[in-house]
């Protein structure tokens, strides 16, 4: 679990500076295709110099049959303008090296007259003034003025955001009713903010997930556990729970997971603390329970809301998601699903702890057919099968 708590680490220092390789964003962009004709897509936290789904969107600008693209960057990017000597455009003075920058792309063609498109073309473009590459007058924040009214203008918006600034960010693109596909981190799926947009499906995840699993970092960063080089020597951070998420309709997203597990109750323990069964794993979600099933986040990834409907989370936060009453046992250690005794207590033969299980703390379960031992899980999403098949049996 390195690549979970590397993201964490990133987001109490407020280094989110991890940029996506092209390859990742090829791989997950060619399932939307349909969605981009005629509109004008925003990368609001891209450096127009260095960022890959600047070049993805260029470069595949009149296949898609986009009507405008806006890139803006933050001033104090660290990869900013590192390759100037290609973007050779605004000088390469000092006062110009910090200076966060607007790219608005209405055109692309075969500027150098070598019969292909590639980034020499765009440069071209930008210094014909044929394409716009300018200054912006403020820090190239997405959430300033200026930047807010480049979002006003646009119809989707593809970015790799800030991982610490994310509850912020889809706070704006959703107040703004604007279409996306971002990254983010996984455990976003538990934020407060995040959950009743995938719950009401406002938002769900995007096709390759969990993916992109390694980012491109500045040099800065070398001497973090968790980075190495590419086969081109470039430095790349490895992270495990990054995905994307995204509003633009998906066929994935309306195909059914298919269910070959019957319900046996010796498998799928009953909650303590709620009504609803415990399933550890995706691929073990009975196909003939209609009741309420305590799922891993990771169900997010296999959702169709035809064929499941999302009614909470186990989480502090989920007030408006009732447990059952609270409970006591004489003998309730608390154990987590590591086996370790998670309430401080140790365990000790003849030993007689009374444990509490409080509503809105989790879902437990008993272990082994025991009153001594409780098990608190991960989080869990509460979920309901539509159309539970009672009557079929799977061979």
Not at 10 to 30: G, H, S
Not at 149 to 158: A, C, H, N, R, T
Request: some cysteine; charged content about 30%; overall charge negative.
């Amino acid at each position: 679990m390195a690549g979970n708590s590397n993201l964490a680490r990133a987001n109490r220092e407020k280094n989110d500076e991890f940029y996506t390789r092209l390859t990742d964003i090829e791989k997950e962009l060619r399932y939307y295709r349909k969605h981009f004709k005629g509109k004008t897509v925003f990368c609001n936290c891209d450096d127009p110099f260095e960022s890959n789904f600047f070049k993805y969107f260029v470069l595949n600008f009149n296949r898609l049959g986009l009507r405008k693209l806006i890139t803006t960057c933050y001033t104090t990017s660290p990869v900013a303008h590192q390759q100037l000597s290609l973007f050779d455009i605004m000088g390469n003075s000092e006062e110009s090296k910090d200076k966060p920058y607007k790219a608005v792309v209405s055109k692309v063609y075969d500027a150098t007259g070598d019969g292909g498109i590639d980034m020499f073309d765009v440069k071209e473009l930008f210094l014909s003034g044929e394409n716009e590459l300018t200054e912006l007058e403020g820090d190239g924040d997405f959430r300033s003025d200026e930047c807010i009214e480049l979002l006003k203008e646009s119809d989707i918006v593809v970015t790799n955001p800030p991982f610490s600034l994310f509850r912020e960010y889809v706070a704006q693109l959703v107040e703004y009713e604007k279409d996306f596909l971002i990254i983010g981190n996984q455990n976003a799926i538990t934020y407060k903010e995040i959950f009743p947009l995938l719950k009401d499906n406002t938002m769900w995840l995007g096709v390759n997930n969990p993916a992109p699993k390694l980012f491109y970092v500045p040099s800065l960063l070398e001497e973090r556990n968790n980075i190495s080089k590419d086969e081109e020597g470039n430095l790349v951070a490895s992270f495990g729970n990054a995905c994307w998420f995204t509003n633009l309709d998906i066929r994935k997203r309306h195909e059914e997971l298919i269910l070959v597990k019957k319900y046996n109750p010796d498998e799928h323990s009953k909650y303590d603390n709620y009504d609803a069964i415990n399933v550890n794993r995706v691929k073990d979600i009975p196909y003939d329970y209609d009741g309420v099933m305590g799922v891993p986040i990771t169900f997010l990834d296999k959702y169709s809301p035809e064929q499941f409907e999302i009614l909470g989370i186990s989480q502090t936060w989920a007030t408006d998601f009732e447990f059952g009453k609270s409970k006591v046992y004489e003998k309730g250690i608390q154990y987590s699903q590591d086996g370790k005794a998670s309430n401080g207590s140790k365990v000790n033969d003849g030993a007689v702890i009374a444990y509490e299980i409080k509503p809105s703390s989790g879902v437990y379960y008993k272990a082994e057919n025991s009153n001594k031992y409780l098990v608190k899980n991960y989080v869990r999403l509460f979920v309901r099968n539509k159309h539970p098949e009672i009557n079929v049996e799977v061979d």
